[in-house]
């Protein structure tokens, strides 16, 4: 997203009971999870003429082994 001015750290805060960087730009601010990097909460401020504020929430999220039948080719 563009950024009028520095992103800037806010802070450590929990999502989803996950410990996240918080870090924010004018307006616009992202949760990033400490230890995947993904984020989980995003906030972005537009101009009124483009449209209103966009906010993502991740719910739920799973880290861990994954199934090997993601894995095999199709047929």
Do not use: N
Request: glycine share 6%; hydrophobic share 40%; proline share 12%.
């Amino acid at each position: 997203m563009d950024c009028p001015t520095p992103w800037t750290y806010v802070g450590l805060e929990y999502v989803i009971d996950r410990p996240t960087h918080h870090v924010a730009c004018g307006d616009s601010a992202l949760w990033l999870d400490v230890e995947t990097r993904i984020p989980l909460k995003s906030i972005r401020a537009q101009p009124v003429e483009i449209g209103p504020t966009m906010q993502k929430d991740v719910l739920e999220l799973a880290v861990g082994p994954q199934p090997a039948s993601l894995f095999e080719a199709p047929a």
